[in-house]
């Protein structure tokens, strides 16, 4: 594993842990971020214009996608139980408020089955780390955006070695003693945000990326209190 690319055994093992993590995903979320996690969706929300197509890429269980309003949506995800808890999840919040069903595609970001220019907003919260090649995966989210559409990715944050430091310290001692708590072995899937966390790049590594593979311009800042990185990218007109 690292900053690009995480190898096939690793990743179909961090599968098969992110799976393990249905049941407690938002609980151990909320405790990890101290409650941020919710804010920093918000915050994302907010920037998608209504009525536009959207498409989240590795959706979970729905936590994010579960609350967009006003928009058509897409949810992609390679592992098929994340897919079907999050069908139930936001096509029920979504008949509440009289729109339509989202549709739910497998896949990966590498290959998203997907034609290209279909979307005015792609998203990708807590995800983009787990892509196998993230320059593949960044490249085939500019081909689905529609020309001037946007990519908004919110991840775990790491500005230099000595905030990835002090993250990795968070997750390893908070983060992972709760989750033995909560799943009740050491051996917790939650482990796993660790191990992706600790290969994850810089920012500014990122921000480079995307303008290697054509979005401009590229944005790219910490969340309060810093535990999380914000990007907005542009696929120019
Ligand atoms: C931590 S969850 C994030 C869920 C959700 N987006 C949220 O806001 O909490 C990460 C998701 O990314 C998916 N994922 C992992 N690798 C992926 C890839 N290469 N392409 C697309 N999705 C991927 C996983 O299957 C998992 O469901």
Redesign the pocket.
């Known amino acids: 594993m690292d900053s690009e690319h995480i190898g096939d055994s690793e990743?179909s093992e961090?599968?098969a842990n992110?799976?393990a993590?249905i049941p407690v995903?938002d609980r151990i979320?909320r405790f990890a971020t101290l409650g941020q996690?919710q804010r920093w969706?918000k915050g994302i929300r907010e920037l998608i214009p209504t009525n536009s197509s959207v498409l989240?890429?590795?959706?979970?269980?729905?936590?994010?996608?579960e609350r967009i309003v006003g928009c058509e949506v897409t949810c992609?995800?390679?592992?098929p139980a994340?897919l079907e808890v999050a069908r139930t999840r936001i096509n029920k919040a979504r008949s509440e408020r009289g729109e339509n069903e989202a549709i739910f595609v497998e896949?990966?970001?590498?290959e998203i089955p997907l034609p290209d220019c279909s979307f005015d907003v792609v998203c990708?919260?807590?995800?983009f780390r787990?892509?196998?090649?993230k320059r593949k995966?960044l490249q085939e989210m500019l081909r689905v955006l529609k020309p001037g559409g946007q990519l908004l990715i919110?991840d775990a944050g790491k500005a230099n070695f000595l905030h990835g430091w002090l993250g990795w310290l968070w997750m390893k001692l908070w983060v992972g003693s709760y989750a033995r708590l909560i799943c009740k072995q050491s051996d917790h899937p939650w482990k796993w945000l660790t191990k992706t966390y600790v290969h994850f790049g810089t920012t500014r590594k990122y921000k480079k990326m995307m303008r290697e593979v054509g979005f401009f311009p590229v944005k790219g800042r910490l969340l309060f209190p810093g535990m999380a990185v914000r990007f907005i990218a542009v696929k120019p007109e």
């Open positions: 990743w961090l599968q992110l799976e993590t995903y979320n996690d969706r989240e890429i590795g959706c979970g269980p729905g936590t994010f996608s992609l995800d390679p592992i994340m896949g990966t970001a590498e990708c919260l807590f995800s787990d892509f196998q090649d995966g919110c």
